[in-house]
Structure formats: structure tokens, C-alpha cells
């Protein structure tokens, strides 16, 4: 967590500077806790600064700043421009927001904004940021980061989301929206070369199979050497090795009342793992601190590591008439990833962890919405969630002790499902010519099913990685499940005094279901009822966490000036977080269970 209430005393200083940042740079707009960035459309006219930014943040097409939320768009051209290879690079340059590699890969993804996501990548625990491709909600962190290519645009929207579409997420939502496949025959390739041996390509194609029918895709080589070297093993560190490709069928559209699209995906990163650094000598055998902080002397090999995803999603509108859309979206996915995490960065075996990920997930959404072009636009919404998500994974402790460990190993295994339903509506009526209000809520439903296994082996391990070990005790062999709902609402008000200036405040509430710790040990346990047994409700009591919810109240002001050469986005928030989800912290306990369980303010 990275929070601070001294986060409200920069609020005036940065208004303050923003204009004559925005001057220099009319193109951008700033605040005390977001840099709205101001895209020009694809078919822009010659002065780019009269641009009309277009944004879909609310579902609809409409000015950003008529959006009383805080956004940040980035167009397809604009990402091309800044040479942004994933959705990490988005973290980059916009403030307020973290989106990291984690641990050994390339494509595990951390996600923060404005202090909250989730760090820890095992099943159990879910995001805090909402990572959408093409309006579909990926539920686990592994495969998350996204490759940028063929893209329409990147949409970051802060603050909780949930009463305009998907999964409910507290800390916001970053959405990668593909481009529609074009009407006439097209063609195009793209490659570049750089330092550390960076080669990348794209060949994207479509053509129309008549008047209604299209289809296309894109094939993508992405790869660059090392920064580093593994020393031990003779392999490049932090290098990329990755194949994506996207097809898709695509009927309607373009004026049409009925559009389809039917797309499939799939990567494939081979990418060597990325071995970390150490900042001081080993205890052990006296290793130095290497010169290259890309450089590392990790050993482990197993397992091979390689990362596996791929999905199918079909998404269909149909204008009803009368200013009523349908609009629904289904969609299937997976993903398997192997990697070898040595954490002790030395050939020895101090701290290895093998881990196996496995992933699968299918979703329903449904839509209707309002827009007759009156002073009422709305819509109602359907969202179902069902996935699976697996995790294995040893933690090795053996090799420089072998007297007090004997090849010492830690197995973990578990299995979390999740399935979610949820009902929600948004609605914005303008009261007068130059205030509106919106307003909206979400009822969740969610019930987790955990299966968790902990192990302890000697002389080996549990057999899931290679050598099969003496097995010396379980901590926990757990079998539970756990239902939480919560009504969300959010409200914001906006005055418009004129069509290029925008005053707002919101208010919105956020919520994550708890579930079942897999790092707990079940054999601590509590024995409540005294009874020298310990039974599964006890058990089911200690590793269970409680929901983590948010209350968040942002004010903001909106404007473009000299005819639009000029744009500014000033802001202000207040949150505060209730039982926050940090992985083995020991700073409370709720229901018996060793967990951060505060109360988090976060202002800026």
C-alpha cells in the first residue's frame, strides 16, 4: 500500500502549476491525482489541438470532458508515438497508477491505482484493478499484460467500477479496446529494430467477404535480448521471446442495426525467467553483489518456464429502435504458465520456488441501454462469472544448511473457484441546461470453493516438480467454500457553466469479496470449543479473509481554453479503504485470521 494524507497538501501546488504546464503542452492536462491525456481521434483534423477527445468510459460515446470521472485515454496513433510495447508501459506516464511484471515472467501483471490492486499472484486472492480486453474481464493477474498491437485505444478509469459493466473492482479498471476490422481491403505491416537486439513485427490484414461480412487479424513477433545475463546458467536475463496473433469475424456494423464479432487470441511467451538481484552478499559462500542489477546468478531450471494463453469472445449489438440497444458479450478463456522463481538469485538452493499456474474462466454479460438523444440516458446490466484457477508450487530450503535441513520443501496446492452474478444500472438525467446528475448501484453475488493441500517434504519434494521427497507432515488439507453480496452505489453531480468548462463531484463505493488465505496454516488454527479437535468450521474460521471494501469521493474541475489549444483537468480525492488484503501481514485479526485488517485513508 502506498498511501498518505500529506497526499492533500500538494493538492494546490499541482493545481497551481498545471496551467502553465498545460500551455507548454496543450495536449495534456494534469491534476493532484490524475494526467488526463488528451488523444487526438484517428481521423483528426490539421491542428491537433482542436481535436475532439472521445472517450466510451460511461458506455457511450461523449467528450471527455463531459466525463465527471477521472480518465485517461490513450489512442492507438499516441501509443505508436510513445513506443508502448505492453500495458505496463501505460504506468509509464500516467500518474496515480502501477503496472508492473511480477515475479519471474513477462506476462504476470501488479496493478495499482491510487494505492490499491493486489501484489500477490497465487489463486485466492483477486485484483484490485480490473483488466479488460475488448470489454472482457481477465480474472487472474497471470497473462495479464498485454501486448500493444492493433489497438484502438487504452482507457484507465479510476476509482471503483461496477455500475456500467463487468466485474465489480475497487480500485479501478484499465481497458485495451482492439480496432474494428475496416470495410475495405487492408494491409498493413509494421517493424522496428533497436538496442539489446529489440525486433518486433505485426502483419495485420482484412478484407470484406461482401457487403456485411468481414474478417481479419494480426500476427505478432515480439522479441529483445537481455538486459542482463544468467551467470550460472549461461542464458540472457530480462529478454522477450513472444508470439501473439488475433483473428477475427466481424458482420454489421458501420450503420448497420445488427453487429457481431466472434475473436479469438493467443499468445505464447518463451521468454527466459527473470532472475532477480541481490543487494548483499550471499550468507553463504560470500557471492558479491554483482555490478549489473540485471544480472543475476539464480539456478533454478525447473520447471522450463513458459507462459500460455489464449480465449474466444463473441460480442453482438442490436439497436432495438426507440433509443434502446442490446448488447451482449460472451466469452471463454485460459492460460497455463510454468516458471522457475529463484528468489535467492544463487546457484544454491536457499530459496527456490517452482510454481504452475493454471487458469480458466467463462462469462456472460448482457446490456440494454438508453440514448434517445432526450435529457435521460441509462442503462441495466447482467454480468456472470465462472472460473478456476490452480496454483502449485514448492518452496525449496535446503542446500547451504543441509545439517538443520535436509532438502527441506513446503508444498502448496490449491484450487479456488469463483462464481459471481450481478445485477447493475447507471442512469445520468440533466436537470437543467447546465447540471446533471447520475447516479447508479451493483448487487454482487459471490461464493468461492477453496481446496488447499500444504505439505511439508525432506529429501525432496512432493513429486509435483521432480524428485519425490519423504513427506514429514500437512498443515493443511482444507476443503471449504464462502458466499459474500453487497449492494455498491455511486452518485456524481456535474455543472457545465459553459460547454468547455466541467465542475463535478462523485461519490462511489467499492467491494471485493473475501475467500480462503492458501498461504495460511491450517494447523494453527484456534480450537475454539476447547474440544482438542480441530474441525473444518474452525479451520474454514482461520484462513478465511473478510471483504474488502472502499469509499471513494472525488472532486474535479474539467476545461478547455484558447479554442481548445489549451486543456486542463484538475482533481481531488478522498478514500478510504476497510479491511484491506495484504498477504501475511500480522496487524489484526478478524475471524482468527492473521491478516491487515484496518482501516487505509488515502488522499490526494
Not at 446533471?436 to 516438480?465: C, E, H, M, P
Request: contains cysteine; negative net charge.
Amino acid at each position: 500500500m502506498r498511501s498518505s494524507k500529506s497526499h492533500v497538501l500538494r493538492v494546490g501546488l499541482l493545481a497551481g502549476t498545471a496551467f502553465a504546464a498545460f500551455v507548454a503542452a496543450p495536449a495534456m492536462a494534469q491534476d493532484s491525482s490524475t494526467e488526463e491525456e488528451m488523444p487526438y481521434s484517428e481521423e483528426a483534423s490539421a491542428d491537433p489541438a482542436l481535436d475532439v477527445i472521445t472517450v466510451t468510459a460511461r458506455r457511450r460515446e461523449e467528450r471527455l470532458i463531459d466525463v465527471p470521472i477521472s480518465v485517461t485515454s490513450f489512442s492507438g496513433r499516441q501509443l505508436e508515438e510513445r513506443g508502448a510495447v505492453d500495458i505496463t508501459d501505460i504506468g509509464n506516464y500516467t500518474p496515480n497508477v502501477t503496472l508492473e511484471a511480477s515475479r519471474a515472467t513477462n506476462s504476470t501483471l501488479s496493478a495499482f491505482i491510487r494505492g490499491i490492486g493486489q501484489q500477490d499472484p497465487v489463486s485466492g486472492f483477486e485484483q484490485g484493478v480490473g483488466i479488460y480486453l475488448d470489454d472482457v474481464y481477465l480474472n487472474r493477474p497471470q497473462a495479464a499484460v498485454l501486448e500493444i498491437y492493433d489497438v484502438e485505444r487504452i482507457e484507465v478509469l479510476r476509482g471503483p467500477q461496477g455500475t456500467l459493466y463487468g466485474r465489480n473492482t475497487i480500485g479501478g479498471a484499465v481497458k485495451y479496446v482492439s480496432r474494428r476490422l475496416p470495410q475495405d481491403v487492408s494491409l498493413k505491416a509494421k517493424a522496428s529494430y533497436g538496442t539489446y537486439d529489440l525486433a518486433e513485427g505485426v502483419v495485420t490484414a482484412s478484407a470484406p467477404l461482401n457487403d456485411l461480412i468481414r474478417i481479419g487479424g494480426s500476427v505478432a513477433r515480439l522479441s529483445r535480448g537481455g538486459f542482463g545475463d544468467n551467470l550460472t546458467l549461461g542464458t540472457e536475463n530480462y529478454n522477450k521471446d513472444i508470439w501473439a496473433g488475433r483473428a477475427s469475424f466481424e458482420m454489421g456494423g458501420y450503420g448497420e442495426p445488427v453487429f457481431l464479432r466472434i475473436q479469438g487470441d493467443y499468445t505464447k511467451d518463451k521468454s527466459n525467467p527473470r532472475g532477480g538481484h541481490r543487494e548483499i552478499r550471499s550468507f553463504i559462500g560470500g557471492a558479491p553483489v554483482l555490478d549489473n542489477v540485471y544480472d543475476t546468478r539464480g539456478g533454478l531450471v525447473d520447471p522450463a518456464q513458459e507462459v500460455e494463453s489464449y480465449g474466444l469472445s463473441m460480442q453482438g449489438e442490436i439497436d432495438l429502435g426507440a433509443g434502446l440497444t442490446f448488447r451482449s458479450i460472451s466469452a471463454w478463456r485460459k492460460d497455463d504458465s510454468s516458471t522457475p522463481i529463484d528468489f535467492d538469485a544463487l546457484p544454491t538452493v536457499d530459496f527456490d520456488v517452482p510454481g504452475i499456474y493454471r487458469n480458466e474462466q467463462l462469462s456472460q454479460e448482457l446490456q440494454i441501454l438508453y440514448d434517445n438523444g432526450g435529457p435521460l440516458t441509462g442503462l441495466i446490466g447482467a454480468y456472470y462469472l465462472d472460473a478456476q484457477a490452480d496454483t502449485l508450487f514448492e518452496s525449496r530450503l535446503y542446500t547451504s544448511l543441509p545439517a538443520v535441513l535436509p532438502q527441506l520443501t513446503g508444498y502448496t496446492a490449491a484450487l479456488v473457484d469463483t462464481e459471481t452474478y450481478a445485477v447493475f444500472a447507471d442512469a445520468t438525467i440533466d436537470l437543467a441546461d447546465r447540471i446533471s446528475l447520475s447516479v447508479g448501484g451493483r448487487y454482487t453475488w459471490d461464493r468461492r470453493d477453496a481446496d488447499i493441500t500444504k505439505q511439508n517434504f525432506i529429501f525432496g519434494g512432493s513429486g509435483a516438480f521432480g524428485t519425490q521427497g519423504v513427506l514429514i507432515g500437512t498443515d493443511t488439507d482444507f476443503v471449504g467454500s464462502a458466499d459474500f453480496e453487497k449492494f455498491t452505489p455511486r452518485a456524481s453531480i456535474s455543472f457545465m457553466p459553459t460547454p468547455d468548462h466541467n465542475l463535478y463531484a462523485s461519490y462511489s463505493k467499492g467491494f471485493k469479496g473475501g475467500g480462503f488465505d492458501p498461504r495460511g496454516v491450517g494447523a494453527n488454527a484456534p480450537d475454539l470449543d476447547s474440544d482438542t479437535v480441530l474441525s473444518d468450521d474452525e479451520v474454514a474460521k482461520f484462513l478465511s479473509f473478510e471483504p474488502e471494501e472502499v469509499d471513494s469521493y472525488e472532486v474535479g474541475y474539467k476545461g478547455s481554453l484558447a479554442d481548445g489549444r489549451v486543456n486542463v483537468a484538475i482533481a481531488a480525492f478522498y478514500a478510504d479503504y476497510k479491511n484491506v488484503q495484504i498477504p501475511g501481514s500480522q496487524a489484526c485479526v478478524v475471524n482468527t485470521v492473521p491478516t491487515f485488517c484496518g482501516t487505509v485513508t488515502n488522499a490526494g
